[in-house]
């Protein structure tokens, strides 16, 4: 049975001609997410097209399949899931709140509008509009709803759909979001596909239980209890404010995915290895020009990997061999990271450059001769700078105070009562704030992942050590913090590090952090001086721009690759692996030895003479056996 249940009379199953006179019958389809989800004679005519079925070969988490193999499934079926929720949506206010004068006609068209939304999605979804066009293209303002637009025109236009031009003029503004196209009609429904009030829409309400449980980490999420509270009031789309908790949920997962799927650090490797590979490619297959063209971009999808793999020409040589190494799992390096508060993000993308880490780099082989060699080839080419926002789907602010709430008391949202002999508005749909449906709450709903690559492991070690150069210099460059920045100091407050503290000594515990003063003027920061936080007991580390302590590796640093292999020794790399034969690392294996065998010769000081004596027998002994091994 269906998560939504929809009466015969909700759907129109009469048959209906397409352009060859031939009928075209209601059918049904079994959805993983939905479960049996009933089609209308008139959306499969949408449906069987060239336009529509193109959907099937564009992976709807794009390279996020290359690290969940489960995750294999395709816009298509998230766009019937979404026109099927469209439709569930208006009937049920249809059904509920009769006063809207909600028709079918405008049900019709939220449906059509529900599955022909991601009509544009290029190759591998937003890494084609989010990377690869702004690169390929400069300066172009394009995004895949543009596309979803010519597309939808083609559909029609080719299979010759008959629409009048109100419908064709509703449905374009419904998958834009943009109510002021369409200024006659009803604001509210604008709220259902594409809500650019508060991102709550059918759209979120399909694609997060859809890849959750794709990716194997399903997370149940009380669609029908959402769609049935929902609400017109105020000519907005309000819920039950019982279930703010299920909305706030919604926001949150909405986060977990971007942060732990989306944004997984082999699926963005890959990306920036196909954004590489269609550069390389486009200027003899001129691949970006398509978008202009509905004819030529039919033919765009995930399949263009495979038309590049299978060129012979000397041209397309650099885009197959990026192609081949993803094949292979020889994929871009991360080489740090670092999770940034909100109000320090635009300082991060500004600053935390390849061209800045690749100075700072030289700057650092100036008096470490172990790297200048290596850094002597380093280039731009080598850094990747990837910034990826993450938020809970309005930036750094939380959606729910851009949702309305009603009481199921009072659920047309306004009554009245008398007092002092007048009639008085005691209750009006709302925002639910702080205290109503939690608070623990963060004081931004976005953060900013910065994560370093690099495209060849040769240059791993020297790049993590320029871009923490860069790192360390950032608090100089700020001289006029930002409102934002400066709500953070009463929660963590910037001062200078302490000298006791930077000698290993365990430095004064600091006043709680509720009774340090809170600044009436902003405070101005010294281009000297070092941002750090008030931690647990009052000690202090460097934040938000300290190191990350788990990433950190020697300079010569570089990782096995398996396009490396005869490239260099490892010894050659600094690694110090003590199973290596070289002597160098044998040599290497009896200076651990022998500081080991110190130390415990020193800890027997305290300890009864015949005791250090058998020490020093053992430390002799050691100290010999290892000597012979670098002559072996």
């Known amino acids: 049975m269906s998560l939504f249940a929809l009466d015969d009379h909700d759907i129109d199953v009469r048959g209906v001609m397409n352009r060859k006179g031939e009928a075209v019958g209601a059918r049904s389809v079994k959805d993983p997410i939905h479960d049996m989800i009933p089609l209308s004679p008139r959306l499969c005519m949408f449906i069987d097209t060239k336009q529509f079925q193109r959907l099937r070969n564009i992976k709807q988490l794009g390279t996020s399949y290359y690290v969940w193999p489960g995750a294999s499934h395709n816009r298509f079926e998230h766009s019937i899931g979404v026109a099927f929720l469209a439709r569930s949506m208006a009937t049920h206010l249809k059904n509920n709140q009769p006063d809207l004068g909600i028709t079918d006609r405008d049900i019709d068209c939220l449906e059509i509008a529900g599955l022909c939304h991601d009509l544009g999605h290029g190759p591998w979804s937003h890494l084609w509009d989010g990377q690869f066009i702004p690169k390929a293209i400069p300066g172009k303002s394009w995004k895949h709803e543009d596309a979803s637009i010519m597309m939808f025109d083609s559909l029609r236009e080719e299979n010759e759909i008959d629409m009048e031009s109100r419908d064709i003029a509703f449905i374009k503004a419904l998958i834009s979001g943009d109510s002021k196209?369409?200024?006659?009609?009803?604001?509210?429904?604008f709220d259902i596909v594409a809500n650019q009030r508060n991102g709550l829409d059918v759209d979120k309400f399909d694609y997060i239980p859809r890849d959750s449980h794709m990716v194997g980490d399903k997370m149940n999420i009380a669609l029908m209890r959402i769609i049935n509270s929902a609400r017109v009031l105020d000519n907005q789309i309000c819920y039950d404010i019982k279930d703010a908790n299920l909305i706030y949920e919604m926001c949150a997962t909405r986060f977990k995915l971007h942060k732990m799927i989306y944004s997984h650090k082999a699926a963005k490797a890959i990306e920036y290895m196909i954004v590489d590979a269609l550069l390389e490619a486009d200027p003899?297959?001129?691949?970006?020009?398509?978008?202009?063209?509905?004819?030529?971009?039919?033919?765009?999808?995930?399949?263009?990997?495979?038309?590049?793999?299978?060129?012979?020409?000397?041209?397309?040589?650099?885009?197959?061999?990026?192609?081949?190494?993803?094949?292979?799992?020889?994929?871009y390096k991360m080489v740090d990271y670092k999770v940034v508060e909100w109000p320090w993000a635009e300082i991060f993308e500004k600053h935390i450059t390849p061209k800045g880490i690749v100075e700072a780099a030289r700057?650092?082989?100036e008096d470490d001769p172990s790297i200048q060699d290596i850094v002597k080839t380093l280039s731009v080419e080598h850094v990747i700078c990837d910034f990826s926002l993450m938020h809970y789907g309005m930036k750094e602010k939380n959606p729910l105070d851009f949702v309305?709430?009603?009481?199921?008391?009072?659920?047309?949202?306004?009554?009245?009562v008398f007092m002092y002999e007048s009639l008085i508005t005691l209750s009006e749909p709302s925002h639910a704030g702080r205290g109503v449906y939690s608070n623990l709450m963060p004081e931004f709903f976005a953060e900013l992942l910065v994560r370093i690559f690099t495209r060849d492991t040769d240059y791993f070690g020297v790049i993590q050590a320029g871009y923490r150069l860069c790192l360390e210099r950032l608090p100089s460059r700020i001289e006029d913090p930002t409102p934002d920045q400066l709500v953070l100091q009463p929660m963590f407050p910037i001062v200078p590090p302490s000298s006791r503290s930077l000698a290993g000594i365990t430095p004064t515990p600091?006043?709680?952090?509720?009774?340090?003063?809170?600044?009436?003027?902003p405070r101005i920061f010294s281009r000297v001086s070092s941002f750090s936080r008030t931690g647990p007991g009052g000690t202090t580390d460097a934040a938000p721009f300290s190191n990350n302590n788990f990433t950190t590796v020697e300079r010569s640093f570089a990782p096995p690759s398996p396009s490396r292999k005869s490239k260099r020794r490892r010894e050659d790399r600094g690694s110090g692996q003590i199973f290596s034969h070289s002597k160098t690392t044998w040599a290497f294996s009896v200076s651990a030895f022998s500081s080991a065998a110190q130390i415990l010769l020193l800890s027997a000081q305290a300890s009864s003479k015949t005791d250090q004596s058998h020490s020093l027998s053992a430390f002799t002994s050691s100290r010999e056996f290892c000597r012979s091994l670098t002559t072996a």
Request: aromatic share 10%; hydrophobic share 30%.
């Open 510 to 521: 600091s006043p709680p952090v509720h009774d340090l003063p809170v600044p009436t003027t």
């Open 363 to 365: 700057e650092l082989s």
């Open 181 to 189: 196209q369409c200024r006659d009609e009803k604001p509210f429904l």
């Open 284 to 331: 003899y297959m001129q691949i970006a020009k398509r978008i202009n063209d509905p004819k030529e971009y039919l033919y765009l999808t995930d399949d263009i990997m495979g038309q590049i793999e299978a060129r012979k020409d000397i041209e397309s040589e650099r885009a197959r061999a990026i192609l081949d190494r993803i094949r292979k799992r020889d994929l």
């Open 404 to 416: 309305k709430f009603y009481s199921k008391r009072h659920p047309n949202g306004v009554f009245f």
